[in-house]
């Protein structure tokens, strides 16, 4: 469990974590974050909590997370850049995150398009963003974060496609530093972020992504599209070329085919 008063303890950021709303439980800090986000919550605001009963996933789907051993939280950003550049603050977060997780542990991150991260081809780190816009600006944007921190023992298929911090070190982690890491790294790239320039996140990123140039199958509902991913579009799209033409994909899941 949290207590307000830790999680500030030592963190010197202005706005990432300036409001703390911390929970033992709750359905979704998503869900908590986009109420209070309504009500006006200022910028990087965060909802935390040990244990979530609703997690929420990419595409619907529910994210389960062992109480205790996970850092789940949510931050409320205001950028005022236009709307066309909400595909790029995935990365952004992505970012942030494998930066944090590099200076804590040590080990090299992997980004995986749009806003995975790995660490030895596994996953740590799940990022769900929501926004809500007017008149082509946007007024909040929630960035969900799942890091698994000291989780043991991933099971069934999530076996061979989910890691942790300790499981990657051998060492547990204070869930506590490992936050306060992520809202400096996360406050340092907003600087230019929020004045909507991605230059130093879209440099960060490429050099952390593995499959361009790579053969791909991503996944969309039913569609699974195969292709060679070629670039980063500058929205934050992933340029896919198929057997018959290029195309701009903005949501999937992507698995690198092995050849
Ligand atoms: C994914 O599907 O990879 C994204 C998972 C995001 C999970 C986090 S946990 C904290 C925040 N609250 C939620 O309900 N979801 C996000």
């Given at each position: 469990m949290y207590t307000e008063e830790e999680l500030k303890h030592g963190l010197t950021t202005q706005v990432f974590g300036s409001k703390l709303f911390v929970y033992?439980?709750?359905?979704s800090t998503n869900a908590c974050a986009k109420t209070f986000a309504n009500k006006g919550a200022e910028e990087g605001s965060i909802v935390i909590a040990d244990?979530?009963?609703a997690g929420r996933g990419r595409f619907g789907r529910t994210w389960l997370a062992e109480s205790g051993s996970s850092l789940l939280f949510s931050v409320i950003i205001r950028p005022?850049?236009?709307?066309?550049?909400?595909?790029?603050l995935p990365l952004f977060a992505a970012t942030g995150i494998a930066l944090a997780v590099e200076t804590v542990t040590g080990m090299q991150c992997e980004c995986k398009w749009p806003n995975d991260i790995l660490i030895n081809k596994k996953k740590c780190c799940g990022i769900l963003m929501e926004s809500t816009s007017r008149q082509n600006k946007l007024d909040y944007a929630i960035i969900g974060i799942g890091l698994n921190v000291n989780q043991r023992n991933f099971l069934?298929?999530?076996?061979d496609k989910a890691t942790s911090l300790r499981s990657e070190c051998g060492i547990e982690f204070s869930r506590r530093n490992v936050f306060r890491q992520i809202m400096m790294s996360l406050e340092s790239l907003y600087t230019d972020v929020s004045k909507g320039d991605f230059s130093t996140v879209l440099m960060e990123w490429k050099a952390r992504a593995t499959m361009f140039g790579r053969r791909i199958a991503l996944t969309q509902d039913a569609d699974v599209i195969d292709g060679i991913a070629i670039a980063l579009a500058s929205d934050g799209g992933l340029v896919v070329k198929t057997e018959t033409c290029q195309r701009v994909f903005h949501a999937g899941d992507v698995t690198i085919v092995k050849q």
């Open positions: 033992d439980s709750i359905d244990h979530q009963t005022t850049f236009r709307t066309d550049k909400i595909g790029l069934g298929e999530l076996e």
